[in-house]
C-alpha cells in the first residue's frame, strides 16, 4: 500500500485533500494518470496541510457571513400583492422568483435557487419560506400574500 493525497472527490475513496492508502497498481495506472491524486511526499503533506487550513477559515468566514444575512432575512416580512378568489385562492401563484424580486426590492439581494419553496403558494396569508444561504445556515423569510 502506497500514501497519496487526492485532489478531488473520488467515489468510494475520499474527499480532495484526504490522505489515503491504496494499492500502487490502483495509484500507478488510475488515480495519478488522471489527475485524481498525488504522491504524499514531505512537500506535498505540508502543503495540503496549508491549503486545508486556508479552506477551514475561507469556510467559517463564508459561514459567519451567512449567519449574519440569516439574522437579516429573519427579521424582514415581505408581502406580495395578488389577483384572488373569494374563498382565498390566488388566481395564479407565488414562486421563487416573485419572493426574490420582493426581497431585492427591500435591499436584499438572494439567488432564487437558493429560495427552497416546495410548492407555489397558491393562497392568501402569511406563509414560511426557507431560504438556504449555506449548507449549515438557514433562513425563515415571511411572505404575506393579499389580495387586490
Not at 497498481?25 to 486556508?54: H, Q, V
Amino acid at each position: 500500500m502506497i500514501e497519496v493525497i487526492l485532489r478531488e472527490d473520488v467515489k468510494s475513496l475520499g474527499r480532495a485533500g484526504e490522505l489515503v492508502r491504496v494499492r500502487p497498481g490502483y495509484a500507478r495506472n488510475f488515480l495519478l494518470p488522471k489527475g485524481l491524486a498525488y504522491e504524499a511526499t514531505d512537500g506535498n503533506k505540508k502543503r495540503i496541510a496549508a491549503e486545508s487550513k486556508a479552506r477551514a477559515t475561507r469556510v467559517e468566514s463564508e459561514r459567519a457571513e451567512a449567519e449574519a444575512f440569516a439574522g437579516r432575512l429573519g427579521s424582514v416580512t415581505i408581502t406580495i400583492v395578488g389577483k384572488a378568489g373569494e374563498e382565498g385562492k390566488l388566481f395564479g401563484s407565488v414562486t421563487a422568483p416573485d419572493i426574490v424580486d420582493a426581497l431585492a426590492k427591500q435591499g436584499l439581494e438572494v439567488d432564487r435557487r437558493r429560495v427552497e419553496l416546495g410548492h407555489p403558494i397558491k393562497a392568501l396569508g402569511f406563509h414560511t419560506v426557507t431560504v438556504r444561504l449555506h449548507p449549515d445556515v438557514h433562513a425563515e423569510v415571511r411572505v404575506q400574500v393579499v389580495g387586490e
